[in-house]
């Protein structure tokens, strides 16, 4: 069920992003993959309408790995959704990258191990259509007009930000061993997350442009000494930059073109195939 409440831009982060708008409409949206991490919350941002989903639940109460991914993407786009920000803590691999580092990637490396990442599994919808076998290309996988809107936001801000890097996502919910945090920057990877696969490549299905932008919360656990990552920290570090991203985010969304003049890779995520289910349209 979709309320007769549109956006055309989507922001998946914590609740601390949208519970001070002024006027924010609850949205339940169901999907074929069931429900989403929770309601969409609707509201106006420049004069953009943007849907805010908390991507663990408003009560945070999802773990990375049991997060619906397919739901959390297809409610987005059934509500009207071409463009989505997804703002997410990480850790970072190197000693230069510490906590309030702002790091906007441009790759990302898939280490999780449990989760459904894709549309295309041949699995009928309740509809009663049956998805075809689409491989969809991810070679860059970031929405290249997106990342600039975020980049020139944060340079706005004076919040000079690091422009490309490797986001390995790990299955999480543990934090890396000291082994698996020195094998990451080896490979010459930048920053550790729990939650940029598969929201990346299920956003390129759906022909939707996506932009990650990483905030650093701590060193992961090769990069620093003492006892490693805590949880405690990563939530102060992140409240602690929560104001500044929000404004980085609202700036960004600001910048962000309008849907009909959108132009780059994402639009023709499936490269014409037909997907042999329909993409879900906003009811209006
Ligand atoms: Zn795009």
Redesign the pocket.
Known sequence: MVNKVNADIGVIGGSGFYSFLDDVTEVRVDTPYGPPSDSLFVGEVAGRRVAFLPRHGRDHHLPPHRINYRANLWALRSVGVRQVLGPCAVGGLRPEYGPGTLLVPDQFVDRTAARAATYFDGTPLPDGTVPKVVHVSLADPY?P??RAAALRAARGRDWEPVDGGTLVVVEGPRFGTRAESLWHRAQGWSVVGMTGHPEAALARELEL?YTSLTLVTDLDAGAETGEGVSHDEVLRVFAANVDRLRGVLFDAVAALPADAE?D?L??RGLGGMDPGIVLPQPLG
């Open positions: 929405c007009t997106g442009c959108r780059c994402c639009t």
